[in-house]
Each structure stands twice: as C-alpha cells, then as structure tokens.
C-alpha cells in the first residue's frame, strides 16, 4: 500500500500570502497518477490538480501541482478567502488508491 | 451536467446490512470506472472500492473484503455498494464517485453529494 503524508497539518496564512502543501508517498509514485483535492465544510471534494500537475476544468491558475517521484507540492500562489479549506492529495496509481491524511488551510 | 445522486444511507444497527444506490446522469456511464469513497465524522478520506467500466473488475480496501460488494448496472447507470456485517467503525459519509475512463485512468473530478451511514445500536 502507498502511505501519503502530507505536511503540515494545520497551515496558517493571511489572504495574499503563498501556500505551499507537501505530500510525500511511502513508494515512487507515476506522476500521471497523483490529484489534489479541496474540501469545504459540509461538501463533497473538489478535483484541483490530476497527473500531477494538470489544473482541473474551472480551477484559478493560482492553483499549480509540481513533483515526482515521492515528493509533490500543492502551490496556492495568492491566497483568496475561498480558499481557506482542507487539501488531500491522492495516488490512483495502485491498488488500494490512497488519500494522504488532509492538510487543512486556515486564516491566520 | 454530469450528476451523481447517492441514496440509501441510513442508520443501522452493528451486524446490519445496508445498500447504496448511485444514479448517475450526463456522461457514458458504461465507459467509466465508478468509486466509492467514504468520510467518518471530523476525519479525513478513505477510498473504498471500486468498479471497472463493464464490471468485469473490482478491488476494495482490506477494512472492507468480505463485507462490501461494489456493483453496477448499466443499463440502468446505476452503482451500488452492499454492505454487510456493519460495524461501528463503519459510520461515514460516502460519496460515490467518477474515476477515469476505459482507456485512462483520473483523479475524481465528479462527485455525488454523500449519504451518511451511521452503525450504531
């Protein structure tokens, strides 16, 4: 099974400012297989990023997904208020798929 | 518009059996893998099986082998989740979900709203 870990936890940040989420699996992932994802309270995820680095159909260019290998990166690059929410990331290589454990994105 | 509208959640109790239905519209639902993922109270998400777009293939998580059977109807466009032996643990939230196609695999850019289960006596 591949274990995601994404880092941190918990981010802190003011509107404005740059985030940047890691997620790091336990074995080499082809980066056609890896997704972001956004979750709001109370609503199902939405798709940000697939293979990787891919922007979903509707999703700002201030999203962007970078990485390979075992290392990606979920970059916000101007935060918005919208986008204070809970980010998982996700390999859909193998079996069993695997979601990395959340970070969540909060107002500082 | 593609759509999935999932139904049957319910509150059961443990050693139960429950039966998810997703309907699925707007797309060639027999061309699709089909997913079910689910979400426990407060926590993170957890995928749980999955189906091949002419249901010649599934695979589910390990917390779940023996207990869950994924299916599909596509005449119908139609998913189900069969799940027995409930137990406590088991109490989520659980969406189902669009994969990638028959000739590429996808992250879940669609999504149904969720239908909580909750195992409890």
């Known amino acids: 099974e591949i274990v995601l870990t994404q880092s941190p936890g918990t981010l802190s940040l003011s509107p404005g400012n740059r985030a940047t989420l890691s997620c790091r699996a336990s074995?080499?992932?082809?980066?056609?297989?890896l997704a972001w994802y956004q979750q709001k309270p109370g609503q199902a995820p939405t798709l940000l990023i697939r293979g990787a680095s891919s922007r979903a159909t509707g999703i700002p260019d201030r999203f962007s997904g970078s990485g390979s290998g075992t290392d990606f990166t979920l970059t916000i690059s101007r935060l918005e208020p919208e986008d204070f929410a809970v980010y998982y990331c996700?390999?859909?290589?193998?079996?069993?798929?695997?979601f990395g454990q959340g970070t969540k994105l909060e107002i500082k | 518009e593609v759509q999935l509208v999932e139904s049957g959640g319910g509150l059961v109790q443990p050693g139960g059996s429950l039966r998810l239905s997703c309907a699925a519209s707007?797309?060639?639902?027999?061309?699709?893998?089909m997913h079910w993922v689910r979400q426990a109270p407060g926590k993170g998400l957890v995928w749980v099986s999955r189906?091949?777009?002419?249901?010649?293939?599934?695979t589910s998580a390990d917390s779940v082998k023996g207990r869950f059977t994924i299916s599909r109807d596509n005449a119908k466009n139609m998913v189900y989740l069969q799940m027995n032996s409930l137990r406590a643990e088991d109490t989520a939230v659980y969406y189902c979900?669009?994969?990638?196609?028959?000739?590429?695999?996808?992250?879940?850019?669609?999504w149904g709203q969720g239908t909580l289960v909750t195992v409890s006596s």
């Open positions: 074995q080499s992932v082809s980066s056609s297989y």
């Open positions: 189906i091949n777009y002419d249901a010649s293939y599934t």
């Open positions: 996700q390999q859909y290589e193998s079996s069993p798929l695997t």
């Open positions: 979900a669009r994969g990638g196609s028959s000739w590429s695999a996808d992250g879940y850019a669609y």
């Open positions: 707007g797309f060639t639902f027999s061309t699709y893998w």
